[in-house]
């Protein structure tokens, strides 16, 4: 579900982190979200949406003109009583895009650097435990220049954990490795996750590794919140074809409600859709945006009936084949309008199915996935506009 | 051999090398940061000393060291003494006409730190200062000492501008440079030779020295 929150306000604390920011310019900003002690939230968004601006933000590295942001029961930044934290004040981990290493500090002392908090006797020795809680022993006395990316990154990790942080940022911490280290840090970091009590932002414009890591998302557009949940609820219902658009959802159309024999359909050109949850509540003749995941069609096989073949069963004409390793995406045209429906099936299968450019194809739209979004069209904006693809611009 | 001219030069340059050192770091690191409207006019400003034939800056020096022009009459007042025809006159007009060597490679220097190094240090907890002493100071310490280099072989070797302000009162304000002029047109060649060689094995040992200072750091390799 939607979590958006109106106007600033004092958020809860109390390990959690809670952020509420609101500009109109020079970036205009308009976020609201928090984070749990423990939780790992992902601010999802195309380049130039605020998404590091607001990591920034908590940061204390960038001002908003207005809003509050608390953290552990700390009131970081309160624009209207005038409480600004500065970054040394805030106890904020954070991990840079290209890491920010010291260049002219051996690993060891990138880490002792965070650790003013410290002793100075004890500092050598606790910066030796973090480069090995990362994995990194035998490296402390190497220059970041002398170190791969990864184990850069690393460093990076271990020097913003050093400091003890209220919460940990990281910002786009894996677009700089190549795949095979990308996927290893990963896998470290949902490892580390277990052992960190606190909240984690992630900003990351790859929607794969948001979508593994994250116990939420944050969907971000031009500065603003636009719908925050567990991954599979914004895959499953994103809030508005803005928001199926943004995380890479194709299958967004538009549709009126009807009435026939006493029941509700969803009307889709030459289609009466049955849907499962949300038509009663609306009024008939209304037009509306729907959305399908494109787990949610079932291609019917050529050879026998396969499960759910009479709920919604729609025809349409192949008009794109893309073969990527073992998976093909299939996108289907229609002879009512210019919208098309995409969705995956096994190679070994659309080839079995015959499946070919031109050729018809016949799938079932489940009723039970289909994702009623009232008040918008297809295009996510005036009515009228009718987006033909949804496709990201 | 001249030693009261070597001393002279010797003083001077490393005097104007101590003063300009904080403006340099102020100054280089001030440009390097600030983005404002008037920035290349301040960066034009530094760096007209080393487009202007030093007869000119000498010129204008000289004109404004003298006691009917304001800065004169106020040094007049302050110390009770002119500034043309002293080393105090020659030490300042020294200090403009090395300004751009102290400055732009500092400022250079600082212009390469990525802004997020900062960034990263203060979320580490360190204050401005921590960071200007452990952070930038470390990564621009190759640009200081440059500037460092340039200021003081540049000093050794200036001739228009001390000639223009300082003439060549002995002890006073002749430098090697204009003692080595002087001597070339009393046809002492001799003379000549031997200040020039001394200037020569001067410049080079400071100028080895300090680029043994900087040196290529380890940290600098890939």
């Known amino acids: 579900m ?5 106007a600033p306000r004092l958020p809860e604390t109390g390990g959690r982190l809670a952020v509420a920011v609101h500009q109109a310019g020079p970036i205009p900003l308009a976020a609201d979200f928090d984070c749990a002690a423990g939780e790992l939230l992902a601010l999802v968004g195309p380049s130039g949406s605020g998404k590091t601006t607001l990591l920034r933000a908590i940061a204390g590295l960038y001002r908003p003109a207005a809003g509050v942001i608390a953290c552990n029961g700390e009131t970081w930044l309160d624009a209207g009583r005038g409480i600004v934290r500065r970054p040394q004040q805030r106890r904020v981990g954070i991990v840079f895009q290209d890491y920010a290493l010291f ?7 990138n880490v002792r650097l965070a650790l003013g908090h410290l002793e100075p006797a004890q500092r050598h020795a606790v910066a030796e435990q973090w480069l090995a809680r990362v994995r990194l022993e035998g490296l402390a006395g190497r220059y970041p220049a002398e170190l791969s990316g990864g184990q850069r990154q690393r460093v990076a990790l271990a020097r913003a954990l050093a400091r003890e942080p209220r919460v940990l940022l990281l910002d786009e911490p894996f677009s700089a490795v190549d795949q095979v280290t990308r996927r290893r840090l990963q896998r470290e970091l949902a490892l580390l996750r277990e052992e960190i009590r606190i909240p984690i932002v992630l900003v990351t414009h790859d929607l794969d590794e948001a979508v593994a890591l994250a116990d939420r998302l944050c969907v971000l557009h031009g500065g603003r919140t636009l719908q925050a949940g567990p991954p ?10 803005e928001v199926a658009r943004l995380l890479d959802r194709h299958n967004v159309f538009e549709g009126e409600v ?9 009307r889709w050109g030459p289609y009466r859709l049955e849907v499962a949850e949300g038509l009663e509540a609306l009024a008939e003749g209304s037009r509306l945006a729907w959305y399908l995941p494109d787990s949610d069609v079932v291609l019917h096989r050529r050879d026998r009936p396969s499960r759910g073949e009479r709920e919604n069963p729609v025809t349409g004409r192949v008009t794109e084949m893309v073969v990527l390793g073992g998976m093909t995406s299939i996108t289907l045209g229609f002879d009512h309008g210019r919208e098309t429906l995409r969705f995956d099936i096994a190679t070994h299968a659309a080839r079995r199915n015959g499946l070919a450019r031109g050729e018809h194809a016949t799938v079932s739209l489940l009723a039970g996935g289909i994702h009623l979004m009232p008040g918008h069209d297809a295009g996510g904006e005036a009515m009228g506009h009718m987006a033909a693809d949804g496709g990201v611009p | 051999m001249d030693w009261a001219a070597l001393s002279v030069s010797l003083r001077l340059a490393a005097f104007t090398c101590l003063l300009l ?9 001030a440009l390097a940061r600030a983005r404002f409207r008037g920035k290349p006019l301040c960066e034009a400003l530094v760096a007209l000393p080393l487009v202007l034939p030093p007869t000119v800056l000498g010129f204008y020096l000289m004109m404004s060291f003298g006691s009917e022009a304001p800065l004169g009459a106020l040094w007049q007042r302050l110390f009770g003494s ?6 105090t006159g020659i030490l300042l007009a020294s200090l403009v006409a090395n300004l751009p060597f102290a400055v732009q490679p500092v400022q250079r220097a600082f212009e390469a730190i990525p802004p997020n190094l900062r960034e990263a240090a203060w979320c580490s907890g360190l204050s401005a200062w921590q960071t200007l002493w452990r952070i930038e100071l470390p990564l621009v310490w ?7 280099a340039l200021t003081f072989a540049h ?10 302000v300082g003439g060549a009162i002995d002890g006073e304000t002749r430098t090697l440079a204009i003692a080595i002029y002087d001597r070339v047109q009393a046809f002492d060649e001799a003379g000549a030779a031997s200040m020039s060689a001394a200037l020569l094995v001067v410049s080079f040992v400071t100028i080895g020295v300090v680029y043994g200072l900087a040196g290529r750091r380890r940290w600098r390799r890939g």
Request: aromatic share 6%; glycine share 12%.
């Open chain 2, 155 to 164: 000093t050794l070797g200036e001739f228009g501008v001390i000639l223009m």
């Open chain 1, 258 to 266: 009807v009435t026939l024999e006493g029941r509700r359909y969803l």
């Open chain 2, 142 to 148: 190759p640009g200081l000492v440059s500037a460092l």
């Open chain 2, 82 to 87: 002119g500034l043309n025809f002293t080393f």
């Open chain 1, 232 to 241: 599979g609820e914004l895959l499953r219902h994103p809030a508005s074809p």
């Open chain 2, 21 to 29: 050192l904080p403006v340099g770091l102020a100054l280089g690191r």
């Open chain 1, 2 to 6: 939607a979590e958006r929150t109106p």
């Open chain 1, 103 to 109: 260049p002219h500090l051996t690993a060891r002392d």
